[in-house]
């Protein structure tokens, strides 16, 4: 870890709430929003998160599963985000979920037209728009906490830390989120 978090204090309490209670509470709901006002599909939400979280290499982030209404996506997902490009596992909305996150990640400049043409032809502007707010929040908050040490001590209030069976959203309304 890169912060020196003080005896008896929880690394993410501390370094998002107390450290900098201007801006960490306020990135925490950013973060909880993401989750609680979603209106994108499961499937192309969780393809968009992982290949962030495959390319910030945040622990806890890989860990995560969203769950809504008692489903996750299916075992081997994550290893099919890594292929988008050649999974025969997706549909179209969930490979351009997965390409934009990574584009978005690594390439933003290199959004082209054909790009936009392929997204504007499977996503209305408004779920463009979400899709890019939370593929921002991931970006930063789950690179944030991976460059600061933290990924490896993050944990949601009564969900289990990285290592423990993998945590998961029980609503689309429910906890904050990697």
Known sequence: MRIDIPEGKDPIEYVWGEMVPGIGPAASRYS???YAHTTLGLREFEAARLRV???????FCL???TERDGRTV????ADAVAD????TAFDPRTRLAAEYAERYTVDHHGLDEDFWSRMGAHYSQLQIVELSMCI??????????HVLGLDTTCRLPNAPSPGAPSPKVSSPKASPAP
Not at 136 to 145: D, E, H, I, P, V
């Open 53 to 59: 979280a495959q390319l910030n290499g945040c622990a």
């Open 136 to 145: 921002g929040s991931w970006l930063a908050f789950g690179r944030l906490n």
């Open 32 to 34: 909880m929003a993401v």
């Open 84 to 87: 988008w490009r050649t999974t």
């Open 74 to 77: 299916e075992d081997g997902f």
């Open 63 to 65: 860990d995560w599963r």
